[in-house]
């Protein structure tokens, strides 16, 4: 520990290394903890947002089973944003369509219901994992986009130690304390994306397996319908 009353600090400050730091350096700091900003900002709002959409889909879907008619308790949720009533509303659309033909195609009408409800589940778990992305480029990108800022910062390093003639510790101390600091950020932008993207991309898939399930059942139902006509 440092003399009391000494310049010397007796512990890292990252205020202090960000404000000493060369200009390019700081770019790269603030540019990394603006992405690290937001890339908390989707985690907060994803996970938010799954926890609705688990929790409306399952009120939804303890009901649909449930109703005596699907297509007046598709009407009666039409206004609820909820993934599987989309998906159902695809295929009562599609059989709709289908059933008003003059020349009906039992055999093509049940290709076509699951055509569009698997067009419709991929579409909604698209919409899902839209923002998933910019996770995976903050995970891959800032470790590589740190490591330039401390490449940046060793090399003024060394620029500092040919200018003074002097290659003691003390000179060249500070500047890579500064340098190896923007790879702290980078790490710290990107462990945190990482392991959100690769947790939010499995429930993704999960709830499109859930989809892809909800759309199966639900064709079974319509082709059993289309046997009785």
């Not at 200018?163 to 003691?168: G, K, L, T």
């Amino acid at each position: 520990m440092a003399p009391a009353g000494s310049g010397t600090p007796d512990r890292l400050d990252p205020v202090q290394l960000f404000l000493d730091a060369d200009i390019v350096v700081q770019v790269v700091m603030i540019g990394l903890l603006l992405a690290s900003i937001w890339s908390w900002m989707i985690i907060v709002s994803f996970s938010m947002r799954m926890a609705s959409v688990r929790r409306r889909s399952d009120a939804y879907e303890e009901g649909f089973w449930d109703a005596p008619n699907f297509d007046a308790y598709q009407k009666e949720r039409r206004r609820g944003d909820v993934p599987l009533g989309k998906v159902a509303g695809e295929g009562l659309a599609e059989y709709k369509r289908n059933a008003a033909l003059k020349r009906f195609d039992a055999e093509g009408a049940r290709q076509r219901i699951a055509a569009a409800m698997d067009s419709k589940v991929g579409e909604e778990a698209e919409r899902l994992s839209d923002r998933l992305n910019f996770l995976a480029t903050v995970g891959s990108v800032s470790p590589f986009v740190g490591l330039f800022g401390t490449v940046w910062g060793i090399m003024n390093s060394f620029f500092q130690i040919g200018q003074q003639q002097n290659s003691s510790l003390a000179v060249v101390a500070p500047g890579i304390s500064e340098a190896l600091f923007a790879t702290a950020i980078g790490l710290f932008a990107a462990i945190p994306a990482v392991i959100a993207y690769n947790r939010f991309s499995h429930r993704v898939n999960a709830f499109e397996a859930r989809m892809q399930r909800f759309a199966e059942q639900f064709h079974s139902a319509l082709c059993r319908q289309l046997e009785n006509r």
